[in-house]
């Protein structure tokens, strides 16, 4: 029987064999930041100069916003992993539903519309189905800078008010460290007349690649990483080269899975001080943890079980707590992982019960008792980072796993399996020639717990 965490769907074509109980040995490298090329792709529509950007990850969400950018206008090469992005063309103000959805990211683009035309229309945005996923910090302080918006049968309106067709500094204060608001923000604010301050920003370390880039494109952005961020705007912002930052979220999955598995591998190019307190937590449940220059190495010892609560940065990423979750199903003694980001991110917890896990999930709690083993099945994953996590039960698991719903995990990894592979795990992207059907795809019955939190 196939297990999904959903009781819809699933049509999928593809799926991942994974040989259980192996063992990982060797260096991965680590792929560009998904979120920060999202983002930094966006801000590239700020100038009328050419962008190379670097680094940039080989991913359908990549190649799904580049999609929206060819569609705006824009002229875009791409050769192995970098980026050459024109937009001195661009005229097209508005962005199509059916290359939006599903991409949150697409929403990056009101900011840098706004600031060049004056006006933008953009589809409200998709993306991992985790929760509401609100967009009222983005529309407030686009606001508060002197746009006008109007929300019609999903679409954002947005338009500047006023005659000299430019935005205005304020200041903002956000009700929550949005990432994505502060980003829309900080991209608005940097062509907008005067000084803009966003006061309780996100510092995560994306949002300080696309603050730098800014910054060389000619911008003045000061304390980004801070949780007040100053923008004195510019007439114009120039083109530059720029290397996206190493994924952290990339970086510690294959940290976490190298914990799972009691293997020593070694991640590089990191920048460690954006993975700490992913090695602190990892360290505190029984790793050994190396540092050298741009290189992290795990030598796991016995796994004990810590407790984590998501935050956001410096804090425990949100984006890690289903993969860190897949490893407590095996560590020794009680943990309690509580998130507190996203109210819907628990979607991987009946799946690895149904692996022979012992969790009980309470509210945004998931109280695990670790077990000596789980066993390999086929799942369905349903969101990017709950795939990831039972590709890492299906790993530490005895028996062999078939893992679907691929098309999350493409969104988000570069060439995992492959990746794993030469690390030494036995996997395989299966082709199936049939599609399958709702009915086909049942799972069994969900806990209480799991019913009250539906799942994406
Ligand atoms: C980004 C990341 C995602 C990561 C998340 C948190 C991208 C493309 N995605 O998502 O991988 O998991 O940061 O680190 O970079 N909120 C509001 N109002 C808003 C905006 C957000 O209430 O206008 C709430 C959200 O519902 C959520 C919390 O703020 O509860 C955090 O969301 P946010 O930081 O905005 O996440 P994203 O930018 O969507």
């Given amino acids: 029987m196939i297990c999904v965490s959903k009781k819809k769907s699933y049509p999928k074509s593809e799926n991942l064999k994974i040989f259980g109980q192996g063992k990982l040995n060797g260096i991965v490298e680590i792929s560009g930041a998904k979120n920060s090329a999202l983002v930094l792709l966006a801000a590239s529509l700020l100038t009328n100069e050419k962008i190379i950007l670097k680094n940039v990850p080989r991913l359908t969400d990549i190649e799904k916003m580049g999609n929206i950018l060819k569609n705006l206008g824009v002229n875009l090469v791409e050769r192995n992993n970098k980026l050459q992005i ?3 063309n661009i005229s097209i103000k508005e962005l199509p539903y059916e290359l939006v959805n599903g991409l949150r990211a697409s929403f990056f683009c009101i900011g840098p519309l706004l600031s060049k035309f004056g006006e933008a229309k953009v589809p409200l945005p998709g993306g991992c189905n985790i929760g509401s996923r609100p967009i009222d910090e983005h529309i407030n302080g686009l606001k ?15 338009k500047i008010k006023g005659k000299k067709n430019k935005l205005h500094g304020t200041h903002i204060k956000l009700k929550c460290p949005s990432v994505g608001a502060t980003e829309t923000l900080v991209m608005a604010a940097t062509l907008a ?4 301050t966003i006061e309780n920003a996100a510092r995560e370390p994306e949002i300080q690649d696309l603050c730098q880039m800014l910054n060389k494109m000619g911008a003045k952005i000061y304390d980004s990483g801070k949780e007040k961020i100053i923008i004195d705007g510019v007439n114009k912002l120039s083109g530059c080269t720029h290397k996206v930052i190493p994924d952290r979220i990339e970086a510690g999955t294959f940290l976490i899975a190298a914990a799972a598995t009691s293997s020593s591998i070694t991640i590089a190019p990191v920048i460690p001080h954006h993975l700490e307190a992913v090695t602190n937590k990892l360290q505190e449940s029984g790793s050994k943890i190396t540092i050298k220059g741009n290189s992290i190495t795990i030598n796991p010892r016995e796994l004990k079980s810590v407790d984590i609560s998501t935050a956001p940065f410096p804090g425990f990423p949100t984006d890690l707590q289903a993969p860190f979750t897949a490893l407590m199903t095996i560590a020794n003694g009680k943990s309690k992982i509580t998130e507190t980001i996203f109210e819907n ?8 019960n149904k692996m022979g ?10 109280h695990i008792k670790g077990v000596k083993t789980i066993y390999g099945m ?10 990831a996590a ?23 990894y570069e060439n995992f399996e492959s990746k794993l592979k030469i690390l030494g795990i036995k996997i395989t992207r299966e082709f199936n020639k049939n599609t399958f059907t709702q009915s086909e795809f049942k799972g069994g019955k969900e806990s209480e717990d799991t019913e009250k939190y539906k799942v994406a």
């Fill in 86 to 88: 024109d937009s001195k």
């Fill in 144 to 158: 508060a800078l002197g746009a006008e918006i109007i929300i019609e049968e999903g679409i954002v309106k947005a």
């Fill in 345 to 352: 991110r628990m979607n991987h917890i009946h799946l690895l």
């Fill in 193 to 196: 007349q005067g000084r803009t």
């Fill in 390 to 412: 039972l590709i890492i039960a299906g790993i530490i698991a005895k028996g062999s796993s078939k893992i679907y719903g691929l098309e999350h995990l493409d969104r988000g």
């Fill in 357 to 366: 896990a012992r969790i009980k999930l309470r509210k945004n709690t998931a």
């Fill in 378 to 387: 086929d799942l369905v994953g349903s969101d990017l980072r709950s795939s």
